[in-house]
């Protein structure tokens, strides 16, 4: 093989190897996608022309003076699962907001997800939220963040301002201890036992820095036996995961009763 045929195919392998390394960095992440076809039954409907050009799946009291807005994982707000979720935050009172922070471009396996994540950061979301979050605010609504994987980071962008009154994070994705540093509400971290993203000494560590910030009102849990993606992406015939996924729906809602209400 000549010289020239040697490089090409060292490249091509470095290439393939970069790129089977980006996955797996976010291989949880992937795994389990929503099946679409469970859709039905919503009691919500989509609205289009939000403030900030958003649409969202919108359900629960329009007039409660408590909204919760749910920021999906990388497979968008048509998940069915979090469709419920959010049907049943609205059941206990609350206003709830899905917004499509990807305006139709959710992920799927045909995209390459790193490149996908360049054109889809949850930190330039958070930014773009706020026509949502102060027109929200103008209607005279406390707000909470619940957020999962790619929402968690969302959710945590969001809980370093003063647009919002609490943030809870399930199994989030992308959440430095840098990050936990600049909180400044009630926070809740939801992770999994087996979590590549954010693994259990992650989230330990994190404590560990929540726990020297007196003024910062926290909860943190491990949930055994489940992995990233437990909370929304739960395989529905397993009762195991259903019944932990529940779980972690009722300290949401107990997190935002307690500082929302």
């Known amino acids: 093989m000549g010289s020239a045929a040697v490089l090409l195919v060292c490249c091509v392998s470095a290439a393939l190897a970069v790129a089977a390394a980006a996955t797996g960095q976010h ?5 389990n996608p929503p099946d679409l076809s469970l ?32 920021a999906s994982d990388v497979f968008g707000f048509e998940a069915p699962t979090l469709r419920k979720i959010a049907d049943k935050v609205g059941e206990a009172g609350y206003f709830v907001v899905v917004p499509d922070f990807f305006h139709g471009d959710f992920y799927d396996t045909t995209k390459n997800i790193s490149e996908w994540m360049k054109s889809h950061s949850p930190v330039q979301a958070a930014k773009d939220s706020k026509p949502l979050i102060a027109a929200l605010k103008k209607e005279g609504k406390s707000i909470g963040i619940g957020g999962y994987c790619w929402g968690g980071k969302f959710g945590m962008e969001m809980a370093k301002t003063n647009d919002v009154k609490v943030v809870s994070m399930s199994h989030p994705a992308k959440v ?34 929540l726990r020297q910030r007196k003024r910062i009102h926290y909860y943190a849990k491990i949930f055994p036996g489940v992995a990233h993606g437990f909370a929304c992406r739960y395989n529905t015939t397993d009762p195991f995961a259903v019944k932990t996924a529940e779980q972690a729906l009722a300290y949401m809602l107990d997190w935002f009763n307690k500082y929302l209400k």
Request: proline letters at 6%; hydrophobic letters at 35%.
């Open 27 to 31: 291989s949880q992440c992937l795994q």
């Open 176 to 209: 430095t201890v840098d990050d936990i540093k600049e909180v400044k509400c009630p926070i809740e971290i939801l992770g999994a036992e087996d979590d590549s993203s954010t693994p259990p000494k992650l989230v330990y560590q994190f404590v560990g820095v």
């Open 39 to 70: 859709r039905g039954g919503e009691a919500g409907k989509v609205v289009s022309d939000l403030p900030g050009g958003f649409r969202a799946y919108v359900t629960g009291a329009d007039g409660s003076s408590h909204a919760v807005l749910l």
